[in-house]
């Protein structure tokens, strides 16, 4: 009787195993999940840091300044140093203002700069079917700490760009690295929040 109890009990066990490991993994965080989370932030600014690692150059190249967005398609990145520059985008429309001038371009004329545009701003704004236009996605972590990596799927991007890495908390985006073609590499640093002084910018809570 102890042996058939035993029995039934690894018989039940068994069971148990092969049904868990035919189920969907629930836990897993994904693309729509981390969506869903930055799509409830409509708009925001923070400081970021920037290293870029130039090939053939001893040291990085550093740049700092802030970033703010409002969804559903406006991104501005103001440098402040080492110079003062200013590249807005909204809709497909993109200004760049240096030393008192400015130029207007229209993104869908320059295919790999839209691709970077976009990754930033569907993360920014949660929108995974722009980002599943222009790149192959991969999701690690959870809620609490997030990372997505972007690979470009069109070619003409895919000829400047290796790979993307954004990484995140929750609904705030932290991090942005990426990998080019020829060896070139760029770290940035976001810290949402209030703008640095003399930035001109305003304050999220």
Same mark, same amino acid.
Request: with cysteine; hydrophobic share 40%.
């Given at each position: 009787?102890?042996?058939?109890?035993?029995?039934?009990?690894? #018989?039940?066990?068994?069971?148990?195993?092969?049904?868990?490991? =035919?189920?969907?993994? %629930?836990? =897993?965080?994904?693309?729509?999940?981390?969506?869903?989370?930055?799509?409830?932030?409509?708009? #925001?600014?923070?400081?970021? !840091?920037?290293?870029?690692?130039?090939?053939?150059?001893?040291?990085?190249?550093?740049?700092?300044?802030?970033?703010?967005?409002?969804?559903?398609?406006?991104?501005?990145?103001? !440098?402040?140093?080492?110079?003062?520059?200013?590249?807005?985008?909204?809709?497909?429309?993109?200004?760049?203002?240096?030393? &008192?001038?400015?130029? !207007?371009?229209?993104?869908?004329?320059?295919?790999?700069?839209?691709?970077?545009?976009?990754?930033?701003?569907?993360?920014?704004?949660?929108? #995974?079917?722009?980002?599943? $236009?222009?790149? $192959?996605?991969?999701?690690? &972590?959870?809620?609490?700490? %997030?990372?997505?990596?972007?690979?470009?799927?069109?070619?003409?991007?895919? =000829?400047?760009? $290796?790979?993307m890495r954004i990484s995140g908390r929750a609904s705030d985006v932290?991090?942005?690295?990426?990998?080019?073609?020829?060896?070139?590499?760029?770290?940035?640093?976001?810290?949402?929040?209030?703008?640095?002084?003399?930035?001109? #910018?305003?304050t999220t809570p």
């Amino acid at each position: 009787m102890r042996l058939d109890r035993l029995g039934r009990a690894l #018989g039940a066990f068994v069971l148990a195993l092969a049904f868990c490991s =035919a189920m969907p993994a %629930w836990a =897993a965080f994904d693309l729509p999940e981390l969506m869903t989370l930055l799509a409830k932030q409509k708009s #925001g600014e923070a400081r970021f !840091t920037e290293q870029r690692f130039v090939h053939g150059l001893e040291g990085p190249l550093d740049a700092s300044g802030t970033l703010s967005f409002d969804a559903p398609d406006k991104l501005v990145r103001r !440098t402040l140093s080492p110079r003062i520059e200013t590249m807005a985008v909204e809709g497909n429309t993109l200004t760049l203002s240096r030393g &008192g001038r400015n130029r !207007t371009l229209t993104l869908d004329s320059m295919p790999e700069l839209l691709g970077l545009v976009e990754a930033m701003r569907g993360t920014l704004t949660g929108d #995974g079917a722009t980002l599943q $236009r222009y790149f $192959r996605s991969t999701v690690t &972590g959870s809620a609490a700490k %997030w990372t997505l990596d972007l690979v470009p799927m069109d070619s003409r991007l895919a =000829a400047q760009v $290796r790979s993307m890495r954004i990484s995140g908390r929750a609904s705030d985006v932290l991090g942005l690295e990426m990998e080019f073609v020829g060896g070139d590499r760029s770290v940035m640093n976001i810290s949402p929040g209030a703008a640095p002084a003399g930035a001109g #910018g305003r304050t999220t809570p």
